[in-house]
């Protein structure tokens, strides 16, 4: 089992920026790839960004102001959010993917073997 916890979320203005962490736990925790998704009411959780190694990707929306990152002598993702806009409001979650599904399973919701709690950004105009 893995445990995830992200922390970082709070209120920015419009422009501002807000860094995510994602702390993982777990006897399994090498075994998975951490990518970041987020959720607004009424929606389905969409994928926003991953970082593995020298592999990154992001949702066309954030590409550009967003940085994915990690430390794996922490087991810790981070999500670096800059030049916010009131569309990024959300709740934000990590999710664990087992590394035996491949890269192209990082960006797909119901592939996620773990949740976070999540946290909330709120961005006002």
């Known amino acids: 089992q893995v445990v995830l916890v992200e922390s970082g979320g709070g209120e920015a203005q419009t422009g501002g920026s807000l860094r995510l962490s994602c702390a993982a736990s777990?006897?399994?925790?090498?075994?998975?790839?951490i990518s970041w998704f987020r959720q607004t009411p009424g929606k389905e959780r969409e994928f926003v960004g991953v970082?593995?190694?020298?592999?990154?990707y992001y949702r066309e929306s954030v590409r550009g102001r967003f940085i994915a990152s990690g430390d794996d002598s922490k087991n810790t993702m981070y999500l670096q959010m800059n030049n916010l806009e009131p569309e990024d409001t959300a709740t934000y979650f990590c999710?664990?993917?087992?590394?035996?599904?491949?890269?192209?399973?990082?960006?797909?919701?119901?592939?996620?073997?773990?949740w976070g709690q999540g946290t909330q950004v709120i961005v006002s105009p």
């Open positions: 999710g664990a993917i087992a590394k035996w599904k491949g890269y192209g399973a990082l960006w797909i919701r119901h592939e996620v073997d773990y």
């Open positions: 970082w593995r190694n020298n592999y990154t």
């Open positions: 777990g006897r399994t925790v090498s075994d998975y790839r």
